[in-house]
């Protein structure tokens, strides 16, 4: 088993910026993947940016340039720094890892970009 606690949401101006943190505990070693999500109200949850199994970076094509994936490994902590924040950013987001055939998620934290 795996658990995901994602940290650092919250509200913030257009033009701001956050970052987010997802603490990794328990069968860590298992995990291929890891990454970012997030959904919207009444939208489905997407794909925000992960690491790949091969070790490169993936972003969303609408957080391209402004949002960037990072790991402390010996933390077990994943990073989403998010610069730029736009209103439509606005979402709850959620950490993901994936491994041994098993999808795992956090809990999710809000982040709400409004002036």
């Known amino acids: 088993q795996v658990q995901l606690v994602e940290s650092g949401g919250g509200l913030v101006q257009p033009g701001g910026s956050l970052r987010l943190s997802c603490a990794a505990s328990g069968s860590i070693s298992s995990l291929k993947i890891m990454g970012w999500y997030r959904q919207a109200p009444g939208k489905q949850r997407e794909l925000v940016a992960a690491f790949t199994s091969g070790g490169s970076t993936n972003y969303a094509d609408s957080v391209k340039g402004r949002f960037s994936i990072s790991a402390d490994n010996a933390k077990n902590t994943v990073y989403l720094q998010m610069n730029t924040l736009k209103p439509e950013d606005t979402a709850v987001y959620y950490c993901?890892?994936?491994?041994?055939?098993?999808?795992?998620w956090g809990q999710g934290t809000q982040v709400t970009v409004s002036s």
């Open positions: 993901m890892g994936r491994g041994g055939g098993l999808n795992y």
